[in-house]
């Protein structure tokens, strides 16, 4: 046996070991939201590095009302990225990004839709194929079936009426429907989440989806979906409706299934953020996470934005 061959083989190991302990590259997509982006995605950005596994980068659209030559000058790439995060609510993307987002998710891309994400697009097909149900933006039944967990089981209710609604924020209980999954695998099975919104009748497609958590919503009575995955195409997506501000993020438990989803959504596997925090929340008691140095969201308005 030639000698090169023997001395490559280790070399070989070596690469391959150093490979799997890279971080995953993730792209935050914001720039217009009706919430405050400019403070969430800090946020959004603390709670994936913190964990050690991932490395993100952000991705700011023009402005509202910006110009074409402003839209023409914003080009992410998707493609180099294990998965995008969107934090973004507000005009439709141009028909080439939209083309390059579908085309990324189709052929095996992470994505993850994080709060009101999934109020973007309203006539954006594909996008909500692959959030699998959204809010507001004029979605009703003609969008699809609002989307919830009765009796232990998906139930798709497609009677007629108008998606999204959430009432006063308010601390909630999540409940976990799926304890198997490798985002929920280990968590407890019900944990009290900070103050947030709870999304409620939300619509879509509901293709390929599956909930893994929900929380009992004050006003529809129904388990309303908090965490989700959908297959679509070759990827894989998690949507969690939690996230309408800081401090709805600042929580141990939206961290942690945040990392998961994420790290599910761009490898299909749930290895480097497995571990459950010791300060994970129980079912009496959240965990909030001190983030040093974060200038602290104002206390809700009367009128709470979507
Ligand atoms: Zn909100």
Redesign the pocket.
């Given at each position: 046996m030639p000698r090169p061959f023997l001395f490559a083989l280790p070399l070989l190991a070596c690469i391959t070991s150093l490979q799997a302990a890279e971080p995953l590259k993730v792209l935050i997509v914001d720039g217009q939201n009706n919430?405050k982006w400019e403070i969430t995605t800090p946020v959004l950005k603390h709670a994936l590095e913190s964990s050690g596994a991932f490395q993100v980068r952000v991705t700011t659209t023009p402005p509202k009302g910006a110009p074409a030559d402003a839209w023409n000058a914003w080009q992410p790439k998707f493609a180099d990225y294990a998965a995008v995060v969107s934090n973004y609510n507000g005009e439709p993307w141009p028909a080439p990004v939209r083309a390059d987002f579908q085309a990324y998710v189709h052929s095996g891309g992470g994505f993850v839709s994080v709060?009101?994400a999934n109020n973007s697009f309203p006539e954006w097909k594909e996008y909500n194929q692959m959030i699998g149900v959204g809010g507001w933006g004029g979605r009703n039944e003609v969008s699809g079936p609002w989307l919830y967990v009765k009796d232990g089981k998906l139930f798709r209710n497609t009677s007629a009426g108008s998606g999204g609604a959430h009432g006063p924020q308010h601390e909630f209980v999540v409940e976990i429907q799926n304890p198997e999954h490798p985002i929920t695998r280990g968590l407890p099975a019900r944990w009290l989440h900070c103050k947030d919104?709870l999304y409620s009748r939300l619509r879509g497609p509901a293709e390929n989806i599956e909930i893994l958590a929900t929380a009992k919503s004050d006003l529809t009575a129904e388990n309303e979906p908090n965490l989700m995955v959908i297959q679509h195409g070759k990827g894989r997506v998690f949507h969690t409706t939690l996230g309408?501000a800081d401090y709805s993020m600042l929580d141990r438990g939206f961290y942690e299934t945040l990392q998961r989803g994420t790290e599910w959504a761009a490898t299909g596997a749930v290895t480097r953020t497995a571990e459950v925090p010791a300060d994970f929340p129980t079912a009496e008691k959240t965990s909030p996470v001190l983030l040093e140095g974060h200038p602290k969201q104002a206390p809700p308005a009367a009128k709470p934005?979507?």
């Open positions: 919430h709060h009101a919104e309408h934005a979507r």
